[in-house]
């Protein structure tokens, strides 16, 4: 099931993702029953953060639908959303306010969901997918921060382990664990990976990423395994190199905020137990000195502070080479902002407007952005394509709309009728 869709068309497809990223979809535990997370669906698992717009335990959900066009969107759950998943005669729709806007399907369940490790560990509680070619993996479902009551104040991730862990299997990953399943899962295909977690105790996570980085190279044969490191900004910014002897091929830093007072306050850990703020952007310049410009990434999350200093900061940042993405924010359940509105639809859209603006400006490449950010299908991705920057990746191509422009459509149409 998927349509050709016209240029405009997939612009009011990325304004309709914006919407519902933003106010949340709702299916009832009756809809959700009819759904086969054995063999097809793709189910959420909660290994990192929790992302929707409210805890729910009751029934599995889906991780994300796909719209008649194949545009996929990220599954948010939230009761009384102005959207929902509608059932009816074997098929699902996506429904707005009683008005039915496409039928759906569900985004497939990956084969190496259904493996498990050597020591009997769910492969799907290890690494999940991103896309069609990228998995990421939290291998610790904890941050460090709390014990010091220095969590950034929109995570949930504490929140999400206590809610979680038990109930989904999810426990920190081990160098073997995570190799053998990406392992499996570069069998059916993906070709990315990005390491990522909470901080742990004394910071030791440069030794852990070596270990992983050496066990999925022995289990793969592979010495650039497409891994990205995602990691908070050392003291000793010497530790960088060490990532990439061991093997990365990108890194990310997310700085999260740009405003000083801003993350001094949202982000008090990574604050004052990473040498402030100036460190961080001292970090990321040095990962651009050793990964080179475009394979270096940063992430904030968008609609806590101004736009206008969050664009500061993006232009800062792409100048120097790091691709610098702003991310939606969903007020998470369980973290300190539950229950604060994100900015609207309309905020969100002008922004990644203006931040595609300074990607290319800096000329910062579709394939940079799929190099060193772990998202596929993101907004970003279909405005590069939009100017004509394509990726070739037949699998990721697979998992995406195609547009055509509307004389296109006319001419096939009026072909088939000759
Ligand atoms: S450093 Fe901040 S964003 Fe990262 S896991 Fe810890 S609390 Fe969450």
């Known amino acids: ?190 070709e990315a990976i990005t390491i990522t977690g909470g901080f742990v105790p004394e910071r030791r996570e440069v030794e852990y990423y070596i270990d992983v980085a050496e066990a999925i190279q022995d289990a793969t044969g592979l010495e650039d395994f497409g891994g990205t490191a995602c990691v908070g900004a050392p003291s000793d910014l010497a530790v960088i190199e060490k990532y990439k002897e061991a093997g990365y091929r990108a890194i990310s830093t997310n700085l999260e905020i740009w405003d000083e007072n801003f993350f001094k306050t949202i982000c008090p850990g990574k604050d004052q137990i990473c040498g402030g703020r100036q460190n961080w952007i001292n970090a990321l310049k040095k990962e651009v000195e050793v990964f080179g410009r475009g394979n270096v990434r940063s992430f904030f999350v968008a609609g806590i502070e101004p736009k206008s200093t969050l664009l500061d900061g993006l232009e800062y940042l792409t100048e120097l080479g790091v691709v610098a993405i702003p991310l939606h924010w969903t007020p998470n359940p369980g973290s300190d902002l539950e229950g604060h509105r994100a900015p609207s639809p309309e905020w969100y859209y002008d922004l990644y407007q203006k931040a595609y603006t300074l990607l290319r400006k800096n000329g910062l490449t579709h394939q940079d952005l799929y190099n060193s950010a772990n998202v596929e299908n993101s907004i970003f991705d279909y405005f590069y394509d939009l100017d004509g920057d394509h990726l070739t990746n037949p699998r990721h191509e697979a998992d995406r709309v195609h547009f055509v422009e509307e004389e296109q459509i006319k001419a096939e149409k009026t072909e088939k009728t000759a």
């Open 1 to 190: 099931m998927s349509r050709a869709i016209t240029r405009e068309e997939l612009y009011q497809q990325l304004e309709l993702d914006n919407r519902i990223t933003n106010e949340g979809v709702y299916i009832s535990p009756e809809v959700v029953s009819t759904l086969d997370f054995d063999n097809h669906v793709q189910e959420q698992m909660r290994t990192c953060f929790d992302m929707n717009h409210e805890t729910y335990t009751q029934t599995k959900l889906p991780t994300a639908i796909r719209l008649d066009s194949n545009y996929r969107i990220r599954f948010s759950y939230k009761n009384g959303a102005p959207f929902s998943i509608e059932h009816e005669n074997g098929k699902y729709y996506l429904v707005e306010k009683g008005n039915a806007i496409s039928e759906v399907t569900f985004v497939e369940k990956p084969k190496f969901y259904n493996f498990k490790t050597s020591d009997g560990i769910d492969m799907k509680t290890i690494a999940n997918e991103v896309g069609k070619t990228k998995v990421t993996v939290a291998y610790s479902n904890e941050c460090a921060l709390k014990d010091k009551g220095l969590d950034c104040r929109f995570c949930n991730i504490n929140a999400t382990k206590s809610r979680f862990a038990d109930l989904q299997g999810i426990a920190w990953k081990t160098p073997i664990q995570i190799a053998e399943t990406y392992a499996k899962a570069r069998e059916e295909g993906y």
